[in-house]
T-cell receptor
C-alpha cells in the first residue's frame, strides 16, 4: 500500500531555530505539494513541484521559507528562522501524472510548534 | 476567482441517521475537478472521491454518495446510516485547469456521530 511519508511527525522548537521537514512522495508520482493547515486559515497551498522543478511557491513567505526537491524521492520544506506564527500542521501530497488536476494523496503531516 | 464554501461548520447526528454535507464552489474554468477528503481525529487527510466537470453522474460507494449539480455549482456528500467511525472533518476541494493543480479547500465540516 503506497503512501506519502513525512518526517518528523511532531516538532517542538524555539523561536529563531531552523526547522526542516521531509517528505517522500509515492514512488512514481511526479507532482509534490506542500500545504499548511491552521485553525484560522484552514488548508492553504505553500508550494508545488512537477518533475522536481518548482512551479509555484507564491503561497510561501519567501523571506523565511524554502522548498526543494533534491531528488525524486525527497522533498524538503525549511523554515529559517522559525516564528510562533509558523505553528501549524504541514502536509505533503503527491500526484501521479503531473497533470496538475490529479488526485493528491496526502502524507500524515508534521505538527510544528514554535515556542 | 476560485472558491469553495462549506456552510456547515459542525453537524451532530445520532448513529444510523443519514447526513448530507454541503459544498458550493465558484470557478471560471470550464474544466475543473472536485474532491472530497476526510480528516479523522488522527489527523491524516484521506482521499474519498474525485469528479471532473464533465461528469454529472451521481456516484455511490457503499454508504457514501455524491450529488454533483453544475446548475447550482454544488457537490454534496451524503452518508447513509452514519456510524461513529464516520466522525471526522470533511473537506470539499476544487482544482481548476487554469490553476495548474492547486487544490482550493473549503473550511471543512466537522461531523460528529454519536452512538
Amino acid at each position: 500500500d503506497a503512501r506519502v511519508t513525512q518526517t518528523p511527525r511532531h516538532k517542538v522548537t524555539e523561536m529563531g531555530q531552523e526547522v526542516t521537514m521531509r517528505c517522500q512522495p509515492i514512488l512514481g508520482h511526479n507532482t509534490v505539494f506542500w500545504y499548511r493547515q491552521t485553525m484560522m486559515q484552514g488548508l492553504e497551498l505553500l508550494a508545488y513541484f512537477r518533475n522536481r522543478a518548482p512551479l509555484d511557491d507564491s503561497g510561501m513567505p519567501k523571506d523565511r521559507f524554502s522548498a526543494e526537491m533534491p531528488d525524486a524521492t525527497l522533498a524538503t520544506l525549511k523554515i529559517q528562522p522559525s516564528e510562533p506564527r509558523d505553528s501549524a500542521v504541514y502536509f505533503c501530497a503527491s500526484g501521479p501524472r503531473g497533470a496538475g488536476t490529479d488526485t493528491q494523496y496526502f502524507g500524515p503531516g508534521t505538527r510544528l510548534t514554535v515556542l | 476567482a476560485q472558491k469553495v464554501t462549506q456552510a456547515q461548520t459542525e453537524i451532530s447526528v445520532v448513529e444510523k441517521e443519514d447526513v448530507t454535507l454541503d459544498c458550493v464552489y465558484e470557478t471560471r474554468d470550464t474544466t475543473y475537478y472536485l474532491f472530497w477528503y476526510k480528516q479523522p481525529p488522527s489527523g491524516e487527510l484521506v482521499f474519498l472521491i474525485r469528479r471532473n466537470s464533465f461528469d454529472e453522474q451521481n456516484e455511490i460507494s457503499g454508504r457514501y454518495s455524491w450529488n454533483f449539480q453544475k446548475s447550482t455549482s454544488s457537490f454534496n456528500f451524503t452518508i447513509t446510516a452514519s456510524q461513529v467511525v464516520d466522525s471526522a472533518v470533511y473537506f470539499c476541494a476544487l482544482s481548476g485547469l487554469s490553476q495548474g493543480g492547486k487544490l482550493i479547500f473549503g473550511q471543512g465540516t466537522e461531523l460528529s456521530v454519536k452512538p
